[in-house]
């Protein structure tokens, strides 16, 4: 699932699903309204309410995973170490020794 | 209707997901492992507060966290230490360090009432980006439930490789059973809160009405929700990504 995230990662409605989780995050109303408007019209209210959940979750977990101070689970990290590297996630654990 | 507490919302929301959040919502009212009822909601009072904390604005916009000095605009309910945690786990959580953590452990704080802080906010974000995504206001907080913490550490509890003590599945004891998937080995997110059982449970059943099930998330045969696992894999991504969360 690689490609920039505006353009959605080459997903299905994967531009409205990444403008909607992004603009969940942030702290513009009136961007998370139209996005709100635009996954709910192009998907649906039910898709509304589950990538809400999604997005909600990934919010809450993500917490978990930082305040906690867990590695990278070992047997992942051959698997994703050139994913990491190509995405620049590994700098995100760099700031937190 | 929708099922309590979204009897008054109009976008339909699945049953098990309002019944999921109506534990949520209980579960933090009620007496934790290491602080009480009042406490604990409070915490998640003190969690929404934070995002209108100008300390927590000016520490975001700041090269480092910790070059910015301050009180944090609080509620008053709560020990500063622990406001402290709220905050930073609530405005800033991909800048939290080791060096942070050893720090608010040194202030009269145990990592078991760490992890429970930690819980109660995670809880409390969930339940309240949710209510943020579908454009309603945050549930309304449940009273406190009267009672004691339990104050039980599970024995097994050791530290490890995280920043907190957590629990091996092989020193788990029958008090802790099912907090870890049946069906594969915990990964570290699962060991993350696991010197405080109880909020591993509750936090994992929000996740599987959430997300998806240890199995559901596996089974790329069928689809589970009106969203497709792409779908979903690529909204907790984007998500991951704008917290700057390694793991």
């Known amino acids: 699932m690689l490609g920039t995230a505006a353009a959605g990662g080459g997903v299905p409605h ?10 969940v995050l942030g702290d513009n109303d009136e961007r998370a309204s139209r996005a709100r408007i635009a996954l709910s019209e192009r998907l649906g209210d039910a898709a509304l309410v589950d990538a809400a959940a999604v997005v909600a979750f990934f919010n809450a977990i993500d917490r978990v995973a930082d305040a906690s101070g867990i590695p990278l689970d070992p047997e992942r990290i051959d698997l994703t170490a050139d994913l990491r590297a190509q995405l620049g996630i590994d700098a995100f654990a760099q700031d937190r020794v | 209707m929708n099922e309590p507490p979204y009897e008054t919302t109009l976008t339909e929301i699945r049953a098990d997901l309002a019944a999921a959040h109506r534990r949520a919502r209980d579960h933090i009212a009620q007496p934790g492992t290491w602080w009480d009822g009042a406490h604990r909601v409070s915490l998640m009072a003190e969690t929404r507060n934070a995002v209108d904390c100008a300390l ?48 608010v452990i040194r202030s009269d704080l145990t990592p078991e009432q760490y992890v429970e802080i930690v819980s109660v ?3 409390t974000v969930a339940l309240d980006t ?35 003590p957590w629990i091996e599945p092989q020193d788990l004891t029958e008090a ?47 689809e589970y929700r009106a969203i497709t696992h792409a779908q979903i894999e690529l909204l907790a991504a984007r998500v991951s990504a704008l917290n700057r969360c390694f793991y």
Request: aromatic share 6%.
């Open chain 2, 176 to 222: 802790e059973a099912g907090i870890y998937p049946h069906s594969r080995p915990p990964a570290n997110i699962h060991k993350a809160m696991s010197l405080v059982p109880a909020e591993v449970k509750s936090f994992f059943d929000l996740c599987e009405h959430h997300y998806l099930g240890p199995l559901e998330m596996r089974d790329f045969g069928r």
């Open chain 2, 56 to 103: 927590c604005r000016e520490r975001k916009a700041a090269l480092s966290p910790a070059a910015v000095a301050g009180r944090h605009d609080s509620l008053g309910e709560l020990p500063e230490i622990a406001v402290e945690i709220v905050h930073r786990i609530r405005t800033d959580p991909g800048r939290l360090t080791r060096s942070w953590y050893d720090g």
């Open chain 2, 121 to 123: 906010v995670a809880h």
């Open chain 1, 14 to 23: 994967g531009a409205i699903l990444v403008d909607f989780a992004e603009a």
């Open chain 2, 130 to 164: 949710f209510a943020r995504g579908i454009g309603i206001a945050p549930l309304p907080m449940s009273q406190p439930a009267a009672g004691m913490p339990s104050r039980r550490l599970p024995p097994g509890a050791r530290p490890g490789p995280a920043w907190v």
